[in-house]
């Protein structure tokens, strides 16, 4: 039976509980405001959902005072769609404007909401600034020194618990890449260019009910591939090779990150047992992830199936959270010591190394509950899917 | 006849070349090294082409110093792939790592390659330094106040003209949109919801041999829509709606970005007017695109067609370049000075408004030759597609 997919968008309520939240956050530590200029960030607090993100010409730029409602200082190019959202001070000027792109603009918005305290700009770990450094250091200069700090890490706090509706389109973004995983029989067979197949697996994603498909990854050869990060080549899939794909698709703004891995014909040795580790690793993990538990607690759990306690590979860590992006904090690895706590949405992606230069890397999201973990994705079998 | 497909990747002597010109100008300006952080920009010089760029997570650094091949400070989980381009020399960390995720080993290759001189960063207009701030200040810190600047414009230089590899590719996006434009009318019926034209559409790009479709947007309504930038509405599609879809799909890392509008049914006088008026812009556009005018001149042309020389509308500009990423320098607006040369990848992109809020926008993409330039994008007919 098909659960029928959640509401698209959210209700105000959900942003109203963003914006407390983060003002609680910002009252804590002192902040007059906080400046967001990057697509996750900015949708965070508003619901603006665009791919227009993929033009790197425009700033976007959004102030979240303190007191009251955020403010969106964005080209005019946007304001029809960001008019959409529950926003209602928004603040345009004609972008590209190569001699002020909205940096005066910026500028008189914080000034106007910011009487007493510092601006908080998100700096920490998986962060950026999507803006030029040249209308950074000049926005600095205007505000005064000093008054532009990091976001105290406010942004990774709020970002790393998800609400039930944010969960819900995670859900169904994992729902939506099972099915067109369950359909990759149909499509990748040997003799096929593996970059047909990439297409193709694509082409189900979307016909399945992907609103897009930002990330697709994969490799395949005999008991594994070199790495995990690779686009398609032209070079056919062959009898005897394990494929493995890794997606995220988006829904309604919402990602999945999970992979499969095939063997076409019967699995070698090799490729069955590194299967059946990562599916104990992938236990191993769930196991460990529940609330109080510490995400280098998840990482060795993992890493103990995988390298008899090793301490990781070259993949850097195995697993991580996810939601608006692809990728988010906190990270499976010996030295990240985040609490895990109910509504963290997280991938348990082990690999193992079947043979020199060669690898299988298996990847799962789970959410945290009150109690433990309850998988998002639907969970792979113990065997090897032979194709 | 359908010509064949350019080959995917580069020759070693494309990047040689890149950097060759990239030295010229470093020396110029008396830069030791160019520090890069984006894909575009290290992919530029070194052909490292993947999707992982989607996870947030992880800094990636390419050094481009005055003299020399270009070393590649990544994280371990790319080596394979890095290692698969021409450059010879990648340093690795395990990334992500919480206390140091590779500045220690990007301040040790930059004070290595960097005997004399200052490390240019792309600081400008369309630019963002894509590292977290914190590190990118304990980097400075590293290397010495005053070390680091903006990279004088010089990345904006190379890729404002295009070779002919690269040519050969944005040609082969157009023509794979071009069918899969070409075929809206099999998918696109009255009755239909925006969203699942907008899914459909993108599976016929992959189907015509798109690699991945990074942007998709569009609209519909009587005479027009409001936006050129949302993302697909559930409202089915009326008779009466002038359907619009903008794509930039990817071929072998380049884009095309060109948009087509279709009457759904018998077209209004006033849609049927607002085109004759765009393909008249792009005629005029087109006129003007040609070695020795601005970018300026080209939007001038198009605007005394659009709006009889108001000076513009709130999309910013009717046109821009185009190449590894969907939207380049230079803008065609009034202000943008940018002297057209031979080897410039450029849309069209009049718009105008039809009625109160609402807007039909056209566009094509353009190559400049020696003389002119000349359509990547097969040419709209004078006539709205009618479906």
């Not at 395949?220 to 056919?236: E, K, M």
Request: aromatic letters at 6%.
């Amino acid at each position: 039976m098909t659960e029928p997919a959640p509401p698209r968008g959210f209700p105000t309520s959900e942003y109203q509980t963003r914006l407390n939240r983060a003002q609680t956050l910002m009252a804590d530590v002192g902040l007059a405001a906080l400046l967001l200029t990057t697509e996750a960030e900015v949708r965070y607090f508003t619901g603006y959902l665009t791919r227009f993100w993929e033009s790197p010409t425009r700033p976007w730029y959004l102030v979240v005072p303190a007191c009251g409602d955020p403010v969106a200082v964005i080209p005019s190019i946007g304001a029809a769609l960001m008019g959409q959202t529950w926003i209602t001070d928004i603040r345009t000027w004609s972008a590209p404007d190569l001699s002020d792109d909205g940096v005066s603009l910026l500028g008189e918005t914080l000034r106007e909401v910011c009487k007493t305290g510092k601006i908080g700009v998100p700096s920490g770990h998986e962060s950026h600034l999507r803006m030029p450094l040249v209308d950074f250091d000049r926005l600095k200069d205007g505000l005064g020194a000093g008054q532009v700090t990091d976001d105290a890490g406010i942004m990774r706090r709020l970002r790393l618990i998800k609400s039930s509706a944010e969960i819900a389109k995670i859900r169904q973004a994992c729902t939506i890449a099972g099915r067109a995983f369950a359909r990759v029989p149909r499509i990748a067979t040997a003799g096929t260019p593996l970059e047909q197949i990439f297409r193709r697996f694509q082409m189900l994603c979307l016909e399945e009910g992907a609103d897009w498909v930002p990330y697709l990854a994969g490799g395949a050869g005999p008991d594994g591939y070199a790495d995990v990060i690779s686009p398609a080549t032209s070079a056919p899939l062959t009898n005897g090779d394990v494929l493995m794909l890794d997606t995220g698709i988006v829904w309604d703004g919402y990602f999945c990150d999970f992979d499969r891995n095939f063997s076409v014909g019967h699995p070698s040795t090799i490729a069955a047992h590194a299967h059946t580790q990562l599916m104990d690793a992938v236990a191993a993990g769930l196991d460990a992830a529940r609330p109080g538990q510490r995400a280098a607690d998840i990482f060795h759990a993992m890493d103990r199936t995988t390298t008899g306690g090793a301490g990781g590979s070259d993949a850097g860590r195995n697993g991580h959270g996810l939601g608006m992006q692809l990728t988010e904090w906190p990270s499976f690895i010996a030295h990240d010591h985040t609490v895990i706590e109910p509504g963290m949405v997280l991938t348990l992606e082990p690999g193992v190394e079947t043979r020199d230069g060669r690898i299988m890397v298996h990847e799962e999201d789970i959410v945290i509950t009150q109690t433990g973990a309850e998988f998002l994705s639907p969970r792979s079998g113990n065997t090897l899917t032979v194709i």
